[in-house]
Structure formats: structure tokens, C-alpha cells
């Protein structure tokens, strides 16, 4: 075979090798340049809570019904803080952290365990009373990049059910705050489940000078 032969032979696949070599540097680079998969959110509640040793007999506790509502910026399941140091009016969210559930649902839960000791709740209309909780804040705010507490308002109010309609007993308005040990998201779950578990002792004993 003639020299142009071999010449003319080898031209295409070295051609062909070249181009596959382009190729195969291409969709590394582009491999290369997607972004990872973003890990789930961490998903936080109170957990359980403290045990109860004694419980008064269950003639004593009275009937109560109570309800809990949150204001419009609560209704997620977003986890809420806010930096008094930079900008307090501005709420921002944990991007990598997310309540297990609305804080309402959470904060209901709490008082269903901490009132249940005192008081026998029922849903619906059954109870004379109802107690109404309407949660304010719910997040927790930074003094510094250093320091933070949970943050925890709320307004309660206790009605009297009558053939008439409900009937104001009493109001009352709580703000809480919880250091947290932390300056991160699991830092402010501890402090608000501290403050919560605090505004519970406060309501159990309004409510026992309320019967």
C-alpha cells in the first residue's frame, strides 16, 4: 500500500477518535457543573413530654374546650427567626430546618398534655368554657450573631358558653422568652419548646383562679 493510502486511511479515524474525545470531555464538564441534590430540611417538634407523677382525680377537673389559632405569618411549617441587631421587623426562614408540624398545631399539643392534667378537654361545644389561644410570635430572635431565645406571644382568652352565645370571662396576654444554648435552628427548637412549656405553667395556674 502506497504511503498516500495509509495517509488517506488513517485521516477519518483519527478524525473520528478527536471528535470522540471532544465529546466525552464535553459531557464531563457538564456533569461536573450540575448542582448536588440539595439535603431534605431537618424536621423538628418538642418531643415527648416530661412525665406526670400525680393527676388529681377525675371528678375535680372541670370540662374546657380549647382552641388555637395562629396569625397569618405562622401559618407554615417554616422555622422563624429574626435579627434585632440588623433588621427586627424583618421575619426570615431557616432554609435547612422546618417545624414537624404549624406552629399552632404544635403549640396545642402542648397545652392539650400540660391542661389535660388539671382540666378534661373535650372538642366541639360539649365544655361550658373555651379557651382560645391566638399565637403572635412564634420564632426566635437574635441580639447578636452570638445570642438568641425563643420567642413566644400569645393572647388568651376564656369564654363562658351561654344560651346567649360566648361570654368574656377573662383575658390575658403572655410573652416568653427562652436563651437558647445554641446560635442555630436546634438552639431555638430547645427555647421554644422552653418558653412554650412556660406559657403552659402560667395558663394552668390563670385557669385554676378562673373556676
Known sequence: MRRDDVTQTAA??????????????ALLSACAGLPERAAAPLRYDFGPAAAVLTQP??????????????????????????LAYADAQQLRAYSQARWAMVPAELVQQRLREGLGRQFVLTPGDVAPRLLLIELEE???????????????????????????????????????QQPAASADAAGGVRALGAATDAAVTELVQWLQTER
Request: charged letters at 15%.
Open 12 to 25: 477519518p479515524f483519527r478524525s473520528a477518535v478527536r471528535w470522540t474525545l471532544l465529546l466525552s470531555a
Open 57 to 82: 382525680a377525675p371528678g375535680t377537673r372541670p370540662l374546657l374546650t380549647l382552641r388555637v389559632q395562629a396569625s397569618p405569618a405562622l401559618d407554615s411549617p417554616a422555622m422563624l427567626y429574626r
Open 138 to 176: 412564634f420564632s426566635q430572635l437574635f441580639s447578636s450573631a452570638e445570642q438568641s431565645a425563643g420567642l413566644l406571644r400569645l393572647r388568651a382568652t376564656l369564654l363562658q358558653r351561654t344560651a346567649a352565645g360566648e361570654q368574656l370571662l377573662a383575658q390575658r396576654e403572655l410573652q416568653l
